[in-house]
């Protein structure tokens, strides 16, 4: 009877336990500007299904994996698979995607020039200093036609895999926070979009941005021993809803793309 009630009680604290697991919010993590307004609708749907999510967001990209790490967060979405690679390679994180998040397009950005063919011989271009988005911005580059890339180029492609530089073009690296504040300085700024709308720069007049094409998409990231976490699945299905993507299309204009 004794070993009864004493598995019996084991098993309340279990399920009481549980029960508190699951109530409390979920904390996830984004970047500052459109993002986090995805996010905040998608909390208001969780809501109606009795999840409460918490979004919170950073400033410092490189915050956002070392918070997920720790524990501070459940999940975030902010971050492209190559970005999220590196990081893990550099970091040793236990850190996993899930799911396939939008396109949030980079761009071409110029306070003078109108269209690409404006930048002239010897033009000064800033663009973001790590290698990841280095990378992805040299890509949008060679696809204006500005810049030609080495045939081998990948994911990790930096400056020195530049193959052919016809206007001369002059590279500044910057922290990408600081690439909207460099556009009175430069000819041009390669920016990510949010980045770009924080500092109220319209996407629809960049010179040139990426496509749903780009495979710079986001993605959904955990650690590896919450990949299964029910509630943190259900978010993000929540997430990849009709719903959101009819937000997301409604509010941004096609300026970010749904992968679903």
Known sequence: MKRFLTSAVLAAGLLTAAATALAAPLKVGVSAGPYGEILDFTAKIAAKEGIEAQVIEFTDWNMLNAALQDGSIDANNFQHQPFLDNQIKQRNYDIVSVAKSVVVPMGIYARKAQKLEDLKSGATVSIPNDPTNAARALFLLAKAGLIGLKPDAGI????????????????????????????DDVDASVITLNYAVLAKLDPKQALLLEDDQSKWHLVWAVRKDRAEDPAIKRFIALYRSPEVRQFIETRFNGSIIPTW
């Open 156 to 183: 990790n492609t930096s400056i020195v895999d530049i193959a052919s530089n016809p206007k001369n073009i002059k590279f500044v690296e910057l922290d990408a926070a600081q690439l909207p504040r460099s556009l």
